[in-house]
């Protein structure tokens, strides 16, 4: 499987058994999954440059914290039991720079039990949703002529997996 065009490799994990350290970032998104944290975070930080997981919190040998940086930013994922799921009311929104970029996550998030959804949204095989879009879409529905833009909504309205060059033809009346 091939990385992103921007991922690096990840930086290995600093295994410690203290608090997850304090971050200069002033909101912090926190995820509560089942019992799959550590597998969550290490598979994240494998998509996007600058990504990393930056402490893990053990009980024994059970990770119950685990804080990742993905693309610069600061998560941090709980093992809480399965009392909460997510849902679709909150996903991670990913600006892709290219076609390329958008196939590649859209691959590897769906895989392995992920789903597909409309309108460049997925959910990965941990159930979380992302919205994987290529930053030519609102560039294109953001059009002064609304004729255009209501083309590429229209477009954009009937894909799963967002096509860039489909976009591009919908705007240009083709």
């Known amino acids: ?17 203290g608090a997850p350290k304090s971050s200069d970032q002033k909101i912090v998104t926190y995820l509560w999954f089942h ?28 990770a119950l914290l685990v804080t990742f940086q993905l693309a610069g930013q600061q998560f941090i994922a709980l093992n809480g039991g399965p009392q909460f799921t997510f849902t679709e009311a909150t996903s991670l ?16 998030l769906t895989a392995d039990g992920g789903a597909p ?27 002064k002529d609304p004729a255009k833009a209501k083309r590429v909504m229209d477009a954009m309205l009937t894909m799963r997996k967002i ?3 489909m976009l591009e033809r919908a705007h240009q009346g083709r």
């Open 1 to 17: 499987m091939t990385r992103t065009k921007t991922a690096k490799a990840k930086a290995p994990a600093r295994r410690g058994r």
């Open 35 to 62: 019992d799959r944290a550590e597998e969550a975070a290490t598979f994240y930080v494998s998509l996007f440059e600058d990504s990393k997981v930056l402490s893990v919190f053990r009980t024994g040998d059970h």
């Open 93 to 108: 929104y990913v600006n892709c720079e290219s076609q390329e970029e958008v196939d590649d996550l859209w691959a590897r």
């Open 117 to 143: 959804s409309m309108c460049g949204w997925l959910k990965d095989k941990f159930g979380l949703s992302w919205q994987i879009i290529p930053t030519a879409l609102p560039t294109l529905m953001n059009d």
């Open 163 to 165: 096509d860039i060059a």
